[in-house]
């Protein structure tokens, strides 16, 4: 069964979110976070809610503020506050009754999920999609121009998946503030990372590299011909039935060979 909420975040805003819950009650929970001026309703989201859902997970799927139908200016976005953010997500769930907490993001929310493993004692397993793991480069999706604008007025405007959007000069300063490298090195959970074969937005290598920052308890999944919104069903398939295995075998009492 599928539902659809807001629930609080840090600031008071309310965030909109999808719940996913299995036939039988359960206590393990796993978070969603979506990719850069994306939502929570992008392909691969849904596809790997709906199949941890089926292998018995509570799954939420949330929009961060500004996006999707979540409150809040997406001017007023950074790192720091999308994690935030997850901390409320999971704030929520501890609510609903979960004991066990798994983290995945696509992209941007890869980088926000391990940033909130680190955060938050509570997380017990971390995966990643498609993530810039090698570290965060905030200002590379901007041209000559729209840097020299945002050095001028302290914002940026620009154009994002049909929507004119503006982001303060706090986003890149706060982006700057956080070593992804340093932050992998610092899980003691288990991660999976996902890439795709063919991303065309974020290296493949991307995966290796957080493989050498945090080489315990890390497995990697790479998708053959994959871009890097996992466009196709049958790779959207792949990683749904791949995570979702992988999420089986490291919550409690289900021990298992690794996935690759």
């Excluded at 121009?145 to 706090?170: H, I, N, P, W």
């Amino acid at each position: 069964m599928q539902q659809s909420l807001f629930f609080t975040g840090p600031r008071g805003e309310k965030l909109a979110a999808t719940l996913h819950t299995p036939e039988a009650p359960s206590r393990e929970a796993v978070i969603l976070g979506h990719c850069f001026t994306c939502s929570r309703h992008t392909g691969i989201l849904r596809a790997l809610a709906l199949r941890l859902c089926e292998d018995g997970f509570e799954v939420l799927r949330f929009d961060f503020s500004g996006n999707g139908q979540s409150g809040g200016d997406f001017a007023d976005a950074t790192y720091s506050g999308y994690v935030a953010e997850m901390g409320a997500a999971m704030a929520f769930m501890r609510d609903r009754g979960a004991d066990w907490i798994g983290l995945a993001g696509h992209s941007m929310g890869a980088a926000v999920a391990v940033l909130a493993a680190v955060r938050y004692p509570a997380v017990r397993a971390v995966c990643t999609l498609a993530g810039r793991l090698a570290g965060l480069e905030p200002a590379g999706f901007l041209t000559p121009a729209q840097r020299g604008e945002l050095a001028r007025q302290d914002e940026v405007s620009f154009v994002s998946r049909g929507r004119r959007l503006r982001l303060r000069r706090d986003f890149f300063a706060d982006a700057r503030r956080h070593d992804l490298g340093a932050s992998l090195a610092a899980l003691e959970i288990p991660l999976l990372v996902v890439h795709g074969e063919a991303d065309e937005i974020i290296p493949v290598g991307n995966a290796d590299q957080a493989r050498r920052r945090k080489p315990e308890d890390t497995e990697v999944m790479i998708i053959a011909r994959a871009d890097h919104m996992f466009s196709r069903p049958e790779h959207r398939k792949e990683v749904a039935d791949g995570v979702s295995r992988w999420f089986d075998r490291v919550r409690p009492g289900r021990p298992g060979e690794p996935a690759s």
